[in-house]
Protein backbone atom coordinates (compact mmCIF):
# COMPACT_ATOMS: atom_id res chain seq x y z
CA UNK A 1 0.00 0.00 0.00
CA UNK A 2 2.73 2.60 0.63
CA UNK A 3 4.51 1.32 -2.34
CA UNK A 4 2.22 2.38 -4.59
CA UNK A 5 1.34 5.88 -2.42
CA UNK A 6 4.66 6.65 -3.41
CA UNK A 7 4.17 5.54 -7.07
CA UNK A 8 1.37 7.60 -7.78
CA UNK A 9 2.56 10.44 -5.81
CA UNK A 10 5.89 10.03 -6.49
CA UNK A 11 7.05 10.85 -3.47
CA UNK A 12 10.04 9.13 -1.39
CA UNK A 13 8.57 6.02 0.93
CA UNK A 14 9.87 7.62 3.88
CA UNK A 15 7.93 10.77 2.54
CA UNK A 16 4.62 8.84 2.39
CA UNK A 17 5.10 6.91 5.69
CA UNK A 18 6.27 10.44 7.55
CA UNK A 19 2.53 11.96 6.21
CA UNK A 20 0.58 8.65 7.50
CA UNK A 21 1.63 8.98 10.55
CA UNK A 22 0.84 12.82 11.15
CA UNK A 23 -2.69 12.08 9.83
CA UNK A 24 -2.59 9.09 12.42
CA UNK A 25 -1.21 11.59 15.59
CA UNK A 26 -4.08 14.70 14.26
CA UNK A 27 -6.93 12.11 14.44
CA UNK A 28 -5.77 10.56 18.00
CA UNK A 29 -5.66 14.05 19.45
CA UNK A 30 -8.83 15.45 18.42
CA UNK A 31 -10.37 12.17 19.87
CA UNK A 32 -8.91 12.69 23.28
CA UNK A 33 -9.19 16.61 23.17
CA UNK A 34 -13.36 16.03 22.43
CA UNK A 35 -14.99 17.10 25.68
CA UNK A 36 -16.83 14.00 27.22
CA UNK A 37 -20.75 14.43 27.09
CA UNK A 38 -22.73 15.94 30.00
CA UNK A 39 -24.03 12.69 32.47
CA UNK A 40 -27.42 11.87 31.82
CA UNK A 41 -27.53 14.43 29.23
CA UNK A 42 -27.68 13.52 25.15
CA UNK A 43 -25.30 15.37 22.40
CA UNK A 44 -27.82 17.25 21.36
CA UNK A 45 -28.20 19.56 24.54
CA UNK A 46 -25.42 22.18 25.67
CA UNK A 47 -25.20 22.95 29.25
CA UNK A 48 -25.00 26.79 30.18
CA UNK A 49 -24.04 28.37 33.81
CA UNK A 50 -24.72 31.69 35.58
CA UNK A 51 -24.55 32.85 39.00
CA UNK A 52 -27.38 32.67 41.95
CA UNK A 53 -27.94 33.55 45.23
CA UNK A 54 -30.35 31.92 47.65
CA UNK A 55 -32.70 33.92 49.74
CA UNK A 56 -35.43 33.48 52.04
CA UNK A 57 -39.08 33.53 50.76
CA UNK A 58 -39.82 36.54 53.41
CA UNK A 59 -37.87 39.14 54.86
CA UNK A 60 -38.08 42.33 56.34
CA UNK A 61 -36.79 44.85 58.91
CA UNK A 62 -38.34 45.75 62.29
CA UNK A 63 -38.51 49.49 63.45
CA UNK A 64 -39.31 51.18 66.50
CA UNK A 65 -42.93 53.31 65.79
CA UNK A 66 -42.15 55.50 69.21
CA UNK A 67 -39.08 56.80 71.12
CA UNK A 68 -38.49 54.67 73.64
CA UNK A 69 -35.90 52.81 75.69
CA UNK A 70 -35.30 48.93 74.97
CA UNK A 71 -36.45 46.87 77.85
CA UNK A 72 -36.07 43.43 76.77
CA UNK A 73 -34.64 41.50 73.28
CA UNK A 74 -35.94 38.17 72.87
CA UNK A 75 -34.81 35.49 70.99
CA UNK A 76 -31.16 36.99 70.29
CA UNK A 77 -30.11 36.83 66.56
CA UNK A 78 -29.90 33.40 64.79
CA UNK A 79 -32.51 32.00 66.75
CA UNK A 80 -36.28 31.32 65.61
CA UNK A 81 -39.87 32.39 66.58
CA UNK A 82 -43.14 32.40 66.34
CA UNK A 83 -45.51 34.66 64.40
CA UNK A 84 -46.84 36.72 67.18
CA UNK A 85 -44.12 36.39 69.43
CA UNK A 86 -43.23 39.56 71.54
CA UNK A 87 -39.75 39.76 69.87
CA UNK A 88 -38.90 43.48 71.34
CA UNK A 89 -40.61 45.18 74.50
CA UNK A 90 -40.11 49.04 75.20
CA UNK A 91 -40.06 50.61 78.38
CA UNK A 92 -43.82 52.74 78.64
CA UNK A 93 -44.14 53.62 81.90
CA UNK A 94 -44.83 57.25 80.40
CA UNK A 95 -47.13 56.00 77.31
CA UNK A 96 -48.94 53.55 80.08
CA UNK A 97 -49.65 57.03 82.44
CA UNK A 98 -51.21 58.80 79.77
CA UNK A 99 -53.62 56.03 78.63
CA UNK A 100 -54.84 56.10 82.12
CA UNK A 101 -54.76 59.74 82.31
CA UNK A 102 -57.15 59.92 79.40
CA UNK A 103 -59.12 56.81 80.70
CA UNK A 104 -59.92 59.24 84.00
CA UNK A 105 -61.20 61.55 80.99
CA UNK A 106 -63.27 59.35 79.57
CA UNK A 107 -64.94 58.69 82.84
CA UNK A 108 -65.36 62.39 83.74
CA UNK A 109 -66.96 63.90 80.40
CA UNK A 110 -69.32 60.72 80.45
CA UNK A 111 -70.96 61.57 83.72
CA UNK A 112 -71.02 65.11 82.92
CA UNK A 113 -72.94 63.98 79.58
CA UNK A 114 -75.25 61.66 81.69
CA UNK A 115 -76.00 64.63 83.99
CA UNK A 116 -76.57 67.11 81.66
CA UNK A 117 -78.83 64.45 79.81
CA UNK A 118 -80.87 64.54 82.74
CA UNK A 119 -81.06 68.00 83.21
CA UNK A 120 -81.72 69.24 80.19
CA UNK A 121 -85.20 67.52 80.58
CA UNK A 122 -85.98 69.87 83.44
CA UNK A 123 -85.09 72.87 81.35
CA UNK A 124 -82.02 73.28 83.88
CA UNK A 125 -79.41 73.90 81.07
CA UNK A 126 -79.74 75.02 77.44
CA UNK A 127 -79.28 73.06 74.30
CA UNK A 128 -75.91 74.47 73.87
CA UNK A 129 -74.42 72.86 77.30
CA UNK A 130 -75.61 69.80 76.31
CA UNK A 131 -73.93 69.66 72.83
CA UNK A 132 -70.71 71.09 74.46
CA UNK A 133 -70.50 67.87 76.91
CA UNK A 134 -71.63 65.79 73.90
CA UNK A 135 -68.88 66.46 72.56
CA UNK A 136 -66.13 66.79 75.37
CA UNK A 137 -67.04 63.29 75.61
CA UNK A 138 -66.26 62.31 72.31
CA UNK A 139 -62.96 64.40 72.68
CA UNK A 140 -61.90 62.07 75.33
CA UNK A 141 -62.85 59.19 74.15
CA UNK A 142 -60.76 59.97 70.85
CA UNK A 143 -57.62 60.91 72.82
CA UNK A 144 -58.09 57.54 74.90
CA UNK A 145 -57.92 55.90 71.62
CA UNK A 146 -54.87 57.66 70.47
CA UNK A 147 -53.03 56.73 73.87
CA UNK A 148 -54.14 53.05 73.48
CA UNK A 149 -52.54 53.09 69.94
CA UNK A 150 -49.56 54.33 71.76
CA UNK A 151 -49.20 51.64 74.18
CA UNK A 152 -49.88 49.04 71.59
CA UNK A 153 -46.19 50.27 70.12
CA UNK A 154 -44.44 49.15 73.23
CA UNK A 155 -43.85 45.39 71.99
CA UNK A 156 -42.90 44.68 68.55
CA UNK A 157 -43.94 41.35 67.34
CA UNK A 158 -43.34 38.98 64.71
CA UNK A 159 -45.27 39.10 61.81
CA UNK A 160 -44.54 35.44 60.64
CA UNK A 161 -43.01 32.48 61.63
CA UNK A 162 -38.63 32.94 61.26
CA UNK A 163 -35.39 33.96 62.47
CA UNK A 164 -33.73 37.11 63.93
CA UNK A 165 -30.95 37.29 60.73
CA UNK A 166 -29.26 40.78 62.91
CA UNK A 167 -30.10 42.25 65.84
CA UNK A 168 -29.18 46.20 65.12
CA UNK A 169 -29.74 47.33 69.01
CA UNK A 170 -29.44 46.46 72.40
CA UNK A 171 -31.20 46.25 75.49
CA UNK A 172 -31.41 49.77 77.88
CA UNK A 173 -30.76 51.18 74.64
CA UNK A 174 -33.10 54.51 73.64
CA UNK A 175 -34.40 54.49 70.47
CA UNK A 176 -35.86 57.17 68.25
CA UNK A 177 -39.13 56.49 66.21
CA UNK A 178 -38.54 54.40 63.48
CA UNK A 179 -34.88 53.42 63.90
CA UNK A 180 -33.92 49.82 62.68
CA UNK A 181 -34.21 46.98 65.88
CA UNK A 182 -33.92 43.63 63.90
CA UNK A 183 -33.78 41.72 60.54
CA UNK A 184 -35.88 38.79 60.23
CA UNK A 185 -36.33 36.06 57.68
CA UNK A 186 -38.48 32.86 57.00
CA UNK A 187 -36.14 30.55 55.48
CA UNK A 188 -38.81 27.54 55.63
CA UNK A 189 -38.51 27.52 51.98
CA UNK A 190 -35.41 28.59 50.08
CA UNK A 191 -35.88 30.75 46.91
CA UNK A 192 -33.00 30.56 44.46
CA UNK A 193 -32.51 34.13 42.73
CA UNK A 194 -30.43 34.88 39.46
CA UNK A 195 -30.27 36.86 36.04
CA UNK A 196 -30.74 34.62 32.85
CA UNK A 197 -29.77 35.60 29.75
CA UNK A 198 -33.41 36.18 27.38
CA UNK A 199 -32.47 32.96 25.35
CA UNK A 200 -33.45 30.93 28.54
CA UNK A 201 -37.16 32.20 28.33
CA UNK A 202 -38.30 28.92 26.11
CA UNK A 203 -37.25 26.52 29.14
CA UNK A 204 -38.18 28.84 32.10
CA UNK A 205 -41.89 29.68 30.39
CA UNK A 206 -42.08 26.04 30.48
CA UNK A 207 -41.51 26.09 34.41
CA UNK A 208 -38.16 24.10 33.71
CA UNK A 209 -36.05 22.76 36.20
CA UNK A 210 -32.66 24.09 37.12
CA UNK A 211 -29.55 23.26 38.86
CA UNK A 212 -27.81 25.11 41.50
CA UNK A 213 -24.10 23.84 42.29
CA UNK A 214 -23.81 25.39 45.58
CA UNK A 215 -20.04 27.03 46.57
CA UNK A 216 -20.53 26.14 50.49
CA UNK A 217 -21.26 22.83 50.42
CA UNK A 218 -20.35 21.71 46.92
CA UNK A 219 -23.51 19.89 46.03
CA UNK A 220 -25.92 20.45 43.83
CA UNK A 221 -29.42 20.93 44.36
CA UNK A 222 -32.94 20.53 42.10
CA UNK A 223 -34.84 23.80 41.81
CA UNK A 224 -38.58 24.76 40.27
CA UNK A 225 -38.91 28.17 38.30
CA UNK A 226 -41.71 30.03 40.21
CA UNK A 227 -41.55 33.07 38.43
CA UNK A 228 -40.07 35.22 36.05
CA UNK A 229 -39.42 39.18 36.08
CA UNK A 230 -41.41 41.55 33.97
CA UNK A 231 -39.53 42.37 31.59
CA UNK A 232 -36.21 41.76 29.72
CA UNK A 233 -33.34 44.04 30.22
CA UNK A 234 -32.98 45.80 26.73
CA UNK A 235 -29.18 46.61 27.54
CA UNK A 236 -27.53 43.12 28.48
CA UNK A 237 -30.85 41.01 27.29
CA UNK A 238 -31.09 39.37 30.68
CA UNK A 239 -34.07 38.61 33.06
CA UNK A 240 -34.47 38.31 36.67
CA UNK A 241 -35.55 34.58 37.63
CA UNK A 242 -37.09 33.04 40.87
CA UNK A 243 -37.06 29.56 41.45
CA UNK A 244 -37.73 27.57 44.65
CA UNK A 245 -34.88 25.06 46.02
CA UNK A 246 -36.46 21.49 46.10
CA UNK A 247 -37.13 20.13 49.33
CA UNK A 248 -35.19 21.65 52.54
CA UNK A 249 -31.97 20.85 52.94
CA UNK A 250 -30.31 21.62 56.53
CA UNK A 251 -27.13 22.54 55.62
CA UNK A 252 -28.69 25.53 53.06
CA UNK A 253 -28.58 28.89 54.65
CA UNK A 254 -30.00 32.40 53.08
CA UNK A 255 -27.10 33.95 51.45
CA UNK A 256 -25.67 31.53 49.61
CA UNK A 257 -24.28 31.44 46.19
CA UNK A 258 -23.48 28.88 43.32
CA UNK A 259 -23.92 28.29 40.02
CA UNK A 260 -26.72 27.94 37.83
CA UNK A 261 -27.21 24.81 35.31
CA UNK A 262 -30.09 24.65 32.67
CA UNK A 263 -29.95 22.37 30.08
CA UNK A 264 -32.03 23.07 26.38
CA UNK A 265 -32.36 21.10 24.18
CA UNK A 266 -31.55 21.65 19.77
CA UNK A 267 -35.02 21.65 19.02
CA UNK A 268 -35.05 24.59 21.31
CA UNK A 269 -32.20 26.39 19.87
CA UNK A 270 -33.63 25.99 16.27
CA UNK A 271 -37.06 27.75 17.66
CA UNK A 272 -35.35 30.36 19.45
CA UNK A 273 -34.53 32.60 15.81
CA UNK A 274 -38.29 32.08 15.22
CA UNK A 275 -38.92 33.54 19.14
CA UNK A 276 -37.54 37.11 17.51
Known amino acids: MVSRLAALTGWPIAAVLGAA ?7 AL ?26 PRRFTTLAAEIPAKVLRIDPQEGAAFKAGQT ?5 CAMQQSQLDKAKAA ?5 ITLESNQELIKHAAIGTVELQVSEAEALKAQAEAA ?15 DGRVAEQ ?27 IAPSS ?19 KTYGAQVSRLGA ?4 VSQSIKVTAVIEGRPAELMAGMSGRIMLATTAADRRDAPNAR
Open 231 to 234: RVDP
Open 168 to 194: KVREEQFVQAGQTLLEIIDDSVLELEF
Open 106 to 110: VTITR
Open 146 to 160: AAQTVVSKCKVQAPF
Open 87 to 91: LVAFD
Open 30 to 55: AQTSAPPPLPGVGSAIQAREVRGQLS
Open 200 to 218: WLGPLRSKGAVRVRVDETG
Open 21 to 27: CAMLSAA
